[in-house]
């Protein structure tokens, strides 16, 4: 697909395929590499607005971004319309650009306090949250499920209210909660909802390769795309989607994302971090699994490179 630039309130994306936010996976140098295969927006790893509240250190230290990051997106999450537009009022927040807001997460530690696919349930509340965030003046966005229970979609109604409380684009993850991340997607249900508003809709879920997108776009007729789990092996997936020519070196790659990450954290840190990284990274690379599982037992970067060297 040709990229296409996406308007969201008063800014405008290169492209319109962008990275979601993935809690542990999308940190600043995981996004900066996405960027320079083309993603037109990423976003921060899911912020909670009363963290951010109480000064927590580990919540601001999720608010960095990269320096290739042009436009500046932080996702949150929460149930209180107050605390969430005291949230947005933030000094910490002022240089971001949108702010998105989750309320399609489905796991039970978010789901369980309101917040998350929870306020699927609850569309009034859902409005007052937004509602309050919108009259900031910021620009707004909020990201979606289809709903909590399969078949019993609110999406259409949850989109008509979210355009008409002020949010300036609208990303909808095709599934249902109890799905979370398996299943069918369900195209015409999106296809539901970008024919009920007029401000941009994203479609997220099932993205894969070149195919999955030109799929999701001619299906759904959405204005771009949002890729997931799909990115996290192929950071270069933006590009083969664009059609873009690209250079991939999962060594070189690897190594750009660690030193990143060591502008900003310790050795120690990183290493167990990227325990998880690494298998994401190989999946679909043949390789011994003892060499493979290795990876999950590092203590250092430096070590992350030697265990590439000795393969």
Known sequence: MKPKSVKIGNVCTETNVFL???????????????????????????????????DSKATKELLYTAENEKIRCVQLFGSDPQIMKEALQQEALSSFDVVDVNMGCPVPK???????????????????ILSAMCSTGRNVTVKIRLGTERGKSVAVAFAKMAEGAGVKMLTVHGR??????????????????????????????????????????NKTGADGVMIARGALSKPYLFSEILEQEYRFDLYETVKRQLELLKTRFDDRRIAVNFRKVMPQYLKGVPCDKEWKCAFTKVNSAEEILALFKSR
Not at 22 to 35: E, K, N, P, V
Not at 185 to 197: G, L, Q, Y
């Open 20 to 54: 979601a936010p993935l809690a542990g996976y999308t940190d600043f140098a995981f996004r900066s590499i996405c960027i320079g295969y083309g993603a037109g927006l990423t976003f921060t790893e899911m912020v909670s607005a009363n963290a951010l509240l109480h």
């Open 110 to 128: 978010i789901y369980n306090n309101g917040a998350g696919s929870a306020l699927l349930n609850d569309l009034p509340k859902a409005e007052k």
């Open 176 to 217: 249902y909660r109890p799905d979370y991340y398996a299943g069918e997607v369900d195209f015409d249900e999106i296809a539901r909802v970008k024919n009920s508003v007029k401000i941009p809709v994203i479609a997220n879920g099932g993205i894969f390769s070149r195919a999955d997108a030109e799929t999701m776009m």
